[in-house]
Every structure is written in structure tokens, then in C-alpha cells.
């Protein structure tokens, strides 16, 4: 952060450590919570309780207290009559908890609430998170703002704490569960792990191995410094030796030489390359541009041992690569609005993206919880949008979200923060540097409450400087407006009103600062995402500047298609900004008058790009029906691609699971052009009949297979916190990801019969986990520093007092224990069934000594 976030930051610290010392002390308060059932009635909903213990010299009256918290965002249905205290929903995810009359809590007792709410929670991140009591006078003001640290979720360990209601058919994953999973899977031979991932179009090898015993020449011809200083760099991390590459053109033994030449590799042209390893100690990377040499050099890293490090020989196979990728877009999404990442975290996920052949990042920096890039002309943007505190729902300001608390960048939580103008410019060079395009993304006009309330704290400063002008210019409410609704995230007031021509000056402002950035960086600009999703029904509806803009669109009969009239003026902006426009699915469609959305073929001429997320409910072939209409289209599928859906069911493993589960095989089992092959079951686990269910819906058409620029997978961030976090939603689904969007058709997308088609892809699956479990995962705890990536679980089952054991990546270590110590690389290893005679303690290691989570099977 720079001096400006610093000096906020220090400010802030003192305004912490002033309430301190005044504050009244709760440290003995002690607060549990506990889900009870997601089962219990006939319609969805979720009954939980919390159980506040006062061991302190506080007493709780009335009127003198509130407990505030977050949790993922349900509709509060009610809380029990009998209990002494009511659980309150506000807005987004914030909650709070108020007494009722006569409550009385007093030292040395204990209160429980009972409470429900629609649907389901299944998971510890679940759980209320960032619990803090506001304290009162008997006038009702606030006196005092203390964080709660005596806070224990009850653990998940009956069923009807972990099912979703009564249609989830998704098993929950014990150690019998995994072990049954796993059978289709075995250990296979070194020789059979792919060599490189993602994999490349063609591998031709001799089976003759080179050693290279000193450090190599890096030559290169002109035009390929900046790749050659990369390889020099990337080669002095894994061997500690310094590089210093030179340019040339003549091959020689024991060198690395880059050079670029005109091919193509299955008809590509762009980004493609040839490795050439000769038995002479040379390598060759040839390249059609700078980033087939850039990719050459990263598939070159890839085959080194995963000890190249430390080996005083290493010993490669004699080679030719040929190689390029599937989709011209191969991009991941990484939402640092609702928590924030820093930026050093960035620029390491930009180091990995590259690694694996990912060229966009698609970076969402704005959101209803925060505002994340500076814009100069407007500060409050980040003064006010960027940090999160306990405030009121009306005031400018952006009360807590997702644990977030109520004060702004308090250790271990992720509301506060945003990049500075040089820390942007930072990023952006860092990704050209590896290949990368940054697409930012600004979502308007629905998700956009830090946007609204830093404008209204911009409002309220000139007002009250007596400038009425320069307090409207970029207003962004009609002051008026009583319109009534509810956000997919349960927001009441989270869109812009797009009658106020202010709106508009707005946009261009904050699109102009962010071209600024480009250029100074210089950086390609050439898409801007506009976000555009989940506009709520009944926004626009109750606001007298709509319906004088109304008046004047007689064309439009329902509010909700003013989102196209606001799109059509951003896409007017963009336009002559000679930038290409971009928007979640939501952008190109129109309700009609039966409240169906379909397709707009206003904006299907090339220059508007949706992201499809939508493979669920009916709407799985909207990708193609919009490829179709001639849209270029993104593919980012939820089922498959969707990195914040959590692993699986386990409630132990943090993420949501609104659309399903998605693990690293959904990331990779995925037919880019028929992709209701691989989406074979619904968000609550019920098996599809693809034959029947998807019969009627649009296939893409083989001239506009075109229009699918490529694929892109999501990390939304409501969960997570923090960059080890990050990582492991990340890992290693992004390898499968990275198959997907760069491999070429794998042979299982051809197959029309659905159980030869399975049968092709478990056997193309069980070769991709074994070279995961052997090589990428131990790659990974050093590559660029190290990642906090997932070990899978082991799956285990006793049998007659006979323990059977195995894993999800073959080639993991299962270590075992039978006193009740917890496992440990020096465990006994597991390798065949053996006799035990009570409970038995597991986890899984790699070769670096990374290991899972434990299980116990009894």
C-alpha cells in the first residue's frame, strides 16, 4: 500500500486503540453458535441458535446492547417467540442480534436464541463471521464498539446438519464414501504421466536422455530480450544460479536459443511454438510471436524434474514439442471487491496463470462491498468505497460484510483496501510481461453500493460546502426514488439509477482514469467488462426520474429493460474509447412480456462479448444461442468453472455451493462444444438424462463455433479470506481448467454413446490425477515461491478389521496411525490392506511433504 492507504490505515489504528482503552470489558463473554437442521420442515429452511454465556462483569439489559455479525446471506424467517432476544437481517449479509423487552443477562448466566432462516447453511464458512457488540446509553446512543473474541462454531457432524433439505442427492463425502469414489483409479508408471500440462498437440520423443551437468547459455534472437531475461530469471530461482543471456542466432550444445519463425501448429498461427531438446545439450524454443517463445519457455520449466533445483545433473528426454492452444481466451476471474487480495498476492497468481498458459486476467474490482482502484478525479471512491466499518444502512458509508467487522483493516479480515493508481500500473506491467491481458471490470449499474455511498459522502461534502453543482456531478440516486427489491446478495439499495445523466458523467470519469492507467503502464486496453448482471426485479420501478426517461421511451414498457437503454449509452462510451464491450450474459438479453429473457440481437455485431455462466435450470444452451446470433461468447460455466464453489460437501471445506460442488475433474471434463455431455447433474446432485432433458435445447452451430472466444473460470471471493485461501480454491482446479481452455479436442468429446464416453474419459482422468498426485502438486510447493494448494482427503474403509485405503491423485503418500497420534511424514506408510483392531488416523502427503487434512475411519 502507498503512503495514502498508510496514513488511513494509521489513523484508523489510533481510532482502534483509543476505543480500547475505553472500552468495557467483554473478554469473558463467551458466544457459540450451532446449526441444528436443514430437515426439519416441510418447506427449505435452516433452524441454528446462538448461546451467549456471560462470565463478565457486564450486565446485559434491554436496551444497552446489540450483537452485530455477517453471515452468508439467507432470508431470516423467524426468530423462536420464547427466546429472549430477536435475530434481525439488515442488508447484504449483515445481521444483528437486539434484546426484547425485559431481557436480562447477568454474570454467571447464559442465554440461547433460536432462529431460522430460508434454505440451507451445510458449511463452517457458513457460520457467522466478525461478531462485534455495540454498546448504548439509556438515550439509545452508541457508546462502545467491541469485537468479539470468545467465538466457537459447534462443528457439522450429523446429517440433517450437512443435507439440503430433503432433494439433496449429493452423498456426503465420509472416508467409505472417498474409498468407493476412488476405485476407478490406479497407480500408473512414470512413463505414463503426461510430460506437460496443459497438453501439448504433439510430443514426438526417442526415449534418449541428455544430461546437463552446468549451467546453460540463454541465446536469443533480436526482438526476444524480455523473454530471455524471464527464462534467465525463472532458471536462477529453481537453481540458485545466475543466468546472464546474450543475443545470438547460432545454435550451440549445451544453450537455450529463442528465435521466431513462421508456422503453425492444428492451423493456429498466434502463440504457438516448437521445443526442440537435442541430444547435443541444446534446446531450441522456436515461436510464431513473443508469447509462443513465452509459453515454449513455460512447458521447457515444466519438463525439468521437480527436483531440478537441487540435482547436480539433470537428465532430460531428447524431444520435439509442437504445440499451440484451443481458444485464442483462456482467462480466470478473480473478484478482489467483496474481500480484498494485496497486490504482491496478485502479481504471484500472475506468475502462476502464466506458468499454465492462462493469458487474461479478468479482474473484478468493483462490487455492492467494495470499491478497489483509485480513480484520482474521484477519491472518495476509495476514501469511502474502499473500506468497510460499522455505520447505519442510510449513512455514506459501507457497513461490514464476510467477517469483515466493524473496523477498517483490523487484522485478519479482507474489507478494507484497494490499489493505488502506481499499484495498478504495477500489475499491469507485471501481467505484459508474462503474456497476460488485464480486463478490468466496473459493475454497473446493479452490484454497485460502494459506488453509490462514496458518491453520496462526495454529495454531502459539497452540500455542506454550499456547491449544489459539484455535489450532483456524479450523484448516482434519485434522492426519491422509493422503489422496492431484493439482490441475488440481498441488497435493498445497490443500483445505480440510470435516468440521472450524472451516472454517465461517472462512467466516462472512472473509465478514463482506468485508461490512464493502460497507458502509463503500456499496457493493451482493448476490452472494458461492464459487469451488468442481477439488476433486481422492482429496481426502477418507484423513482420519478424514471418515469420521466420513461415517458420518453414510449418503446420501453418494462423498467427492468432499461438495463439495455443503460448498456446501449455505456457501449456508446466505450465505443469511442475504440474499446470492445463486455458483460456477464445478463447484457445481451431483453425480458419480453411473458418475464422471459432472451436474446438481443441489438447488440450481436461483433463488438459486445457475454460471459455465459449459466449451465443450470433451463438455461444451459444460452451460450450457444447467443454464438449463435452471432455474439462473441465467453464460456464460463458454473458447473465446471466456478473455482468458489467448494470442493464438495465435507463441511470442513470452506466455499459456497449455491450451483453444486466443482472439483478439479469438473474443471476438466468439459466439451467446450457440447457441453451438455459434461454436465451430466444438477446443483442439488440429482443425475441427468441428457438425452431427454436437453433435447430441445440449441446446439451450436459448426459456423459459429467461431464465436466461442474461449473459456474462463471463477473465483468470486465472499468466502474467502486471504491469499493461502486464494490458492487453494485455486489449486489445483486451475490445472484442470488449464487442460480445458488450451488442449486441444480431447478424444471422449467425440464420443456420442454415454457409457463408452465415460469409460474414455475415466481412463483419460486417471492418467491426468496420477501425473497431478506424482508431478504437479510437489512442483508446486516451490515454483514461484510456493502455493497453498489442496491435498485431497484420503478414502478408507475397515473391512473385518482390515484397513483399504486410497486417494483421488494416485501417487500421494497415505501415511497411517492406530494410538490416536495424529499421522505424520515418519507415519507407517500405507501400501496394501492391513489388519487393525480399532480406529485408524490418515492423511495424505506428497512428495513434498504437503499433506491433507486427516480423516478418521472406525
Known sequence: MKKTVILIKAVLMVMVLTNCRQHTDLTEVAITWELISNTHSDQPRTSAEFTIRNNSGFRFTDNNWALYYSQAPRRIISTDPLALAEVEWINGDWHRIVPREGFDLRAGREVTISYEASAWWIKESDAPMGLYFILYDNQGNETDTITVDNYQVMPFVREEQITRHREDLTPIPTPEWRFENNKELSLLPENQLKKVIPTPVNISSSGEIVSFTEPVDILYHEGLKEEADYLARLLSDLTGQPFDPEEGTVERSNSILLKKSSFSVNGVASEAYRLNIRNNSSITIEGTDNAGIFYGIQTLVSLLPVNAGTADVVRMEVMTIEDAPRFPYRGIHIDVARNFQEKETILKILDLLAFYKINTLHFHLTEDEGWRIEIKELPELTEVGGQRKHTTQDAAAVHPAYGSGPFPYQEGTYGSGYYTHEDYVEILRHAKSRHIRVIPEVNVPGHSRAAIKAMEARYNRFMDAG??????????????????????????????????????????????????????????????????????????????????????????????????????????ILRERDLLVAGWEEVSLLREDTGEYVPNPDFADGTVIPYAWNSLWGHQDLGYRLANLGYPVVLCHVSNFYFDLAYNKDPREPGLYWAGFVNTRDAWYYAPFDMFKTTIKTAMGRAVDIDEEYADMERIRPDAMQNILGLQAQLWSETILGQDMLEYYMLPKLIGFAESAWTSERSYERIDDHDKREAEARRKWNVFANTLGQKELPRLANLHGGFNYRIPLPGAVIENNLLMANIEFPGLAIRYTTDGEEPSASSTLYTEPVGVDGPVMLRAFDSAGRSSRTVIVD
Open 467 to 572: 456547491d449544489e453543482q459539484a455535489a450532483n456531478e456524479f450523484r448516482l440516486i434519485d434522492p426519491r426514488e422509493t422503489s422496492e427489491y431484493l439482490s441475488a446478495q440481498n441488497f435493498t439499495d445497490n443500483v445505480i439509477n440510470v435516468a440521472r445523466e450524472s451516472v454517465y458523467r461517472f462512467f466516462e470519469t472512472v473509465v478514463d482514469g482506468i485508461i490512464a492507467m493502460y497507458e502509463e503502464a503500456d499496457a493493451p486496453l482493448e476490452i472494458f467488462h461492464t459487469g451488468g448482471d442481477e439488476v433486481p426485479d422492482g429496481a426502477w420501478t418507484q423513482s420519478p426520474m424514471i418515469d420521466e426517461l420513461l415517458g420518453e421511451l414510449p418503446e420501453i414498457t418494462d423498467p427492468k429493460n432499461l438495463q439495455a437503454y443503460f448498456f446501449e449509452r455505456a457501449i456508446r
